[in-house]
């Protein structure tokens, strides 16, 4: 569905990504890894043509999306739920979700809008609140939800898991996982919290300086002894695993 080659993007004379090669097949979800800086937010963001790549090629279904404007990219349907959520804080959240569905057939809201309140029960209830006021797991809904009621085929996600109780954080990846499994929507995941981000993933890419430094399923990663040593010991995703083990 997405192929990513010799990707090259960056800010300035700074370059950020070195030749990135990423794949991600309909129906799937990938998890890309990494630490602080390594560049995950910026090869979404070059995805969806924000900064622009400076070498390589993004092909969405067939076709080369490289050189789109932004707003064409997200009319092919790859959404992104960005990092830091960005959602509008003084819109109410009705109208955060009205946003999301810019670029989709008017006579399509409502249907719509059900589908990701019934996603998002908490939404309904405050439809008429500002975003600014919601709760940090409720804008994370919000900004998921607005992302799809643009009807991505892809979504991307960055950092969903942020700042969130252990809790929230449980209830957005299971979510992420009925959105992938019964709304056939496949998602391109970028998280810092990479034990429950592996077990959530079909397959999965460690980022290391601007370059994939490994990939593999979800399940060869968690029992790699070096993805294990970088980014799943020595915090709590190793206490958060004998618990989940019981
Ligand atoms: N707007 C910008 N202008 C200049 N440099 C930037 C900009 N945004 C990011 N960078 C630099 O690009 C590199 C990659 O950053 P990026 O935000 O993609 O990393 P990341 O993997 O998402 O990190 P994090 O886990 O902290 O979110 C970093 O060195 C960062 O300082
Ligand atoms: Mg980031």
Redesign the pocket.
Known sequence: MLSIRNLQS???R?Q?LHGIDVDVAEGEIITLI??????????L?TICGKPRASQGEIVFEGEEITRLPTFQIARRGIAHAP?GRRIFPRMTVRENLQMGAAVTPPQYFTDDLDRVLTLFPRLRERLDQRGGTLSGGEQQMLAIGRALMGRPRLLML??PSLGLAPLVVRQIFQIIREINREQKVTVFL?E?NAFHALKLAHRAYV?VN?RIAMSGTGEQLLADPAVRAAYLEGGHPAAEETEEAR
């Open positions: 960056g800010y300035g700074i950020a990494g630490a602080n800086g390594a560049g995950k937010t910026t090869l963001m990092e960055d950092e970028v810092q980022m601007g």
